[in-house]
């Protein structure tokens, strides 16, 4: 079967699946797919469909295709963004989750919190994650008047403070101190120590805690909300377009405007290729740590631009007066055939018909 035909089988299974399933439950139910789970994993098959990755011939037919998808999400209109970007993981029902783990994750505090919170902090996010988050006027930290490099962390878009602990970041009421010789400080004595001067905040409820009492606090993983689902016809939207048109616009300023968040709308004005841009970052940064960014870099195919490198932050302080120097911790290597993975010899052997993907023979 050709990709095109698996994806039509796929998108058959999801409208069958839409048709059969009720659009909510009631509480003993809680957490099975709904309609809209459905229709919400056709609107991401279909997008990633569209993308360059697997449609290199840009057929506009594949992101009008997208796009109408995610528009069916939208029209049910029982889904609504979330009042707390902060907290729309830590909820067992909101508006805004699509289709959720019912579990909760209780090892997500014992993997991730700081050393000095009695946690492992195996997910230490870049500078590059950091950078990637606008100033409260809408511009990067380098195009804009309100950056201090004496205090990167300050006018930043606020979703910054609620995914990544940086230096003197509050928690449970303490500053965190990644600085050289803090608490916390990079490369501290031990593995658990940061390498980027940098931890996670998103995903962690701070109403948990793992010392000196232990209490789990809420993670329910989210597979699907509304958020992408608004960024997903975004994106679709836009590639089918000549340039943006007013429905573009509103999908991404919906997920900026949201309460606890109220960043500016995007500038009108912008082209097809500028409002790319802009919603491949709004993506990274709203959907950061929610499994979303390994596929948006291969099906995008930036992966060459994007992973060459890795940076971290040193942060030392000379009495009351503080020094930040953005330093490179990896040089890595990537080439565009890993956008895609090899089919395994083994299922090569047993079909002689499967061709093997390119750059793997």
Same mark, same amino acid.
């Given at each position: 079967?050709?990709?095109?035909?698996?994806?039509?089988?796929?998108?058959?299974?999801?409208?069958?699946?839409?048709?059969?399933?009720?659009?909510?439950?009631?509480?003993?139910?809680?957490?099975?797919?709904?309609?809209?789970?459905?229709?919400?994993?056709?609107?991401?098959?279909?997008?990633?469909?569209?993308?360059?990755?697997?449609?290199?011939?840009?057929?506009?037919?594949?992101?009008?295709?997208?796009?109408?998808?995610?528009?069916?999400?939208?029209?049910?209109?029982?889904?609504?963004?979330?009042?707390?970007?902060?907290?729309?993981?830590?909820?067992?029902?909101?508006?805004?989750?699509?289709?959720?783990?019912?579990?909760?994750?209780?090892?997500?505090?014992?993997?991730?919190?700081?050393?000095?919170?009695?946690?492992?902090?195996?997910?230490?996010?870049?500078?590059?994650?950091?950078?990637?988050?606008?100033?409260?006027?809408?511009?990067?930290? =380098? #195009? /804009?008047?309100?950056?201090?490099?004496?205090?990167? +962390?300050?006018?930043?878009?606020?979703?910054? *403070?609620? @995914?990544? !602990?940086?230096?003197?970041?509050?928690?449970?009421?303490?500053?965190?101190?990644?600085?050289?010789?803090?608490?916390?400080?990079?490369?501290?004595?031990?593995?658990?120590?940061?390498?980027?001067?940098?931890?996670?905040?998103?995903?962690?409820?701070?109403?948990?805690?793992?010392?000196?009492?232990?209490?789990?606090?809420?993670?329910?993983?989210?597979?699907?909300?509304?958020?992408?689902?608004?960024?997903?016809?975004?994106?679709?939207? =836009? #590639? /089918?377009?000549?340039?943006?048109?007013?429905?573009? +616009?509103?999908?991404?300023?919906?997920?900026? *405007?949201? @309460?606890? !968040?109220?960043?500016?709308?995007?500038?009108?004005?912008?082209?097809?290729?500028?409002?790319?841009?802009?919603?491949?970052?709004?993506?990274?940064?709203?959907?950061?740590?929610?499994?979303?960014?390994?596929?948006?870099?291969?099906?995008?195919?930036?992966?060459?631009?994007?992973?060459?490198?890795?940076?971290?932050?040193?942060?030392?302080?000379?009495?009351?007066?503080?020094?930040?120097?953005?330093?490179?911790?990896?040089?890595?290597?990537?080439?565009?055939?890993?956008?895609?993975?090899?089919?395994?010899?083994?299922?090569?052997?047993?079909?002689?018909?499967?061709?093997?993907?390119?750059?793997?023979?």
């Amino acid at each position: 079967a050709t990709a095109d035909e698996i994806i039509g089988f796929i998108v058959e299974d999801c409208d069958r699946a839409a048709s059969l399933l009720p659009e909510e439950y009631s509480s003993k139910d809680l957490g099975r797919a709904t309609a809209g789970a459905a229709l919400a994993l056709k609107s991401r098959m279909l997008l990633y469909a569209a993308s360059p990755l697997h449609n290199p011939d840009n057929d506009h037919q594949k992101w009008e295709r997208a796009a109408k998808a995610a528009q069916d999400v939208i029209s049910m209109g029982i889904y609504q963004l979330h009042g707390s970007f902060k907290d729309v993981l830590h909820t067992r029902q909101s508006p805004e989750i699509i289709f959720q783990h019912t579990a909760n994750y209780e090892d997500q505090l014992r993997n991730n919190l700081m050393p000095s919170q009695g946690g492992f902090s195996i997910v230490q996010p870049t500078q590059e994650l950091v950078d990637a988050f606008e100033m409260t006027d809408g511009k990067l930290y =380098n #195009e /804009s008047d309100l950056y201090d490099p004496q205090q990167p +962390y300050a006018n930043r878009d606020p979703r910054l *403070a609620m @995914t990544v !602990v940086y230096n003197l970041h509050p928690w449970r009421g303490f500053p965190i101190e990644t600085f050289e010789g803090g608490l916390d400080g990079l490369n501290g004595s031990g593995d658990n120590y940061t390498r980027t001067g940098y931890y996670l905040a998103k995903t962690l409820d701070e109403n948990g805690s793992l010392t000196p009492i232990w209490r789990p606090g809420s993670h329910f993983f989210v597979y699907i909300r509304y958020a992408e689902i608004l960024l997903n016809y975004a994106e679709a939207k =836009n #590639e /089918s377009l000549e340039s943006p048109d007013p429905s573009v +616009y509103d999908a991404v300023n919906q997920v900026r *405007a949201r @309460t606890g !968040v109220n960043m500016p709308p995007l500038p009108a004005g912008l082209n097809k290729a500028d409002m790319r841009a802009r919603i491949h970052n709004e993506r990274r940064v709203e959907l950061a740590f929610e499994s979303h960014r390994f596929w948006d870099i291969r099906r995008w195919r930036i992966g060459e631009q994007v992973l060459k490198s890795v940076q971290g932050m040193r942060i030392t302080r000379a009495g009351s007066e503080w020094n930040y120097e953005r330093f490179p911790l990896e040089n890595r290597y990537y080439k565009n055939t890993y956008d895609l993975f090899p089919i395994p010899q083994s299922e090569i052997n047993r079909n002689n018909k499967l061709v093997q993907n390119p750059g793997y023979n």
